[in-house]
């Protein structure tokens, strides 16, 4: 099969080289999925750079990516639960970094899998298991519902974005930070915009004068802001930012979970919830994929497509 791979931990895009590689074993409990989207994600290109080395080993060549969209083309020893046809999602990511969804092929856990719904474009599917999921278990330890005012820091961003719509899913009302240029973007997904920077605590506060809810901070760098904004008792939670944790705040890492990812797929299905796609790159355009991504400011979600 294709795959981007890379042979070392490094910062140059370069060292992506497509290659053809043996096509991954179906391990037990496990379904082979031919893929057709794989979102990329910031953590592909800082895992590749060594980012993560404290957490995961890795195996070299290392094919990135940690979302998929596809179709079932075989299945492992007791697997129920999928059969050959099948059109399914998954948070893909393993305990060792080698054989990740830049790829023709890739074998996954049944247990992370979910299926597709057949109106839901293969970009999006591609593109929503992690940023989706790390919104949908941040929401989550937040406890939102109805009638919660909640803020979302980086709110434009793939994470972001689709945090506003879990929410507003969810019956809270959404405040959400972005460039101005991003602000009708928001405004179409629901969410109130407020321009970051100096004062945002202050603006904040003029359209949430007794305080917010909750506060999901998917950027970093603003918990002042946070504790300055949360109404008495509020909650708060970041993916970014482990301190945190010192100040009553919940510290999120998403897990792949194939019950959760269920939920995301669920959710677009009945219309609540739409991945913006930002770009898609085929398998030999990671490198400008990776580039893009580094930029920062995307809107939206970037995908590979095969």
Do not use: C
């Not at 909640?150 to 405040?175: F, M, P, Y």
């Not at 504790?227 to 008792?233: D, F, I, N, S, Y």
């Amino acid at each position: 099969m294709r795959a981007a791979t890379y042979d070392r931990y490094t910062t140059d895009l370069a060292d992506v080289q497509v290659r053809n590689l043996p096509t991954p074993k179906v391990f037990p409990g496990s379904v082979l999925i031919e893929v057709r989207a794989a979102g990329v994600n910031p953590v592909d290109w800082k895992v590749m750079s060594g980012g993560l080395d404290s957490l995961l080993d890795a195996v070299f060549p290392v094919i990135p990516g940690w979302d998929v969209a596809g179709a079932v083309v075989d299945t492992g020893v007791d697997t129920p639960e999928f059969v050959v046809g099948d059109e399914v999602l998954a948070y893909a990511r393993k305990d060792v970094l080698h054989e990740g969804t830049f790829a023709e092929l890739v074998a996954v856990s049944a247990a992370h899998v979910a299926r597709k719904p057949a109106d839901l474009p293969w970009e999006q599917a591609g593109a929503l298991p992690l940023a989706g999921g790390t919104a949908l278990r941040t929401l989550d330890a937040l406890e939102v519902s109805s009638g919660d005012t909640v803020l979302i820091h980086a709110a434009a961003g793939g994470v972001g974005s689709l945090g506003v719509q879990i929410a507003k899913a969810s019956g809270a009302r959404v405040l959400g930070t972005a460039s101005p240029r991003n602000h009708d973007f928001l405004r179409e997904l629901g969410a109130e915009p407020v321009e970051y920077g100096d004062g945002l605590a202050d603006r904040v506060r003029e359209l949430a004068p007794n305080g917010v809810d909750a506060v999901a901070d998917f950027v970093g760098g603003q918990l002042d802001t946070t504790l300055r904004v949360l109404a008495e008792g509020g909650r708060h939670a970041s993916t970014v930012d482990n301190t945190v944790a010192e100040h009553g705040g919940h510290i999120i890492w998403v897990r792949p979970d194939g019950t959760q990812t269920q939920r995301l797929a669920d959710l677009a299905a009945k219309g609540d919830l739409t991945v913006p796609i930002s770009a898609t790159f085929g398998l030999d355009e990671v490198p400008d994929a990776f580039a893009a991504s580094q930029k920062g400011h995307t809107r939206g979600k970037s995908v590979i497509v095969l």
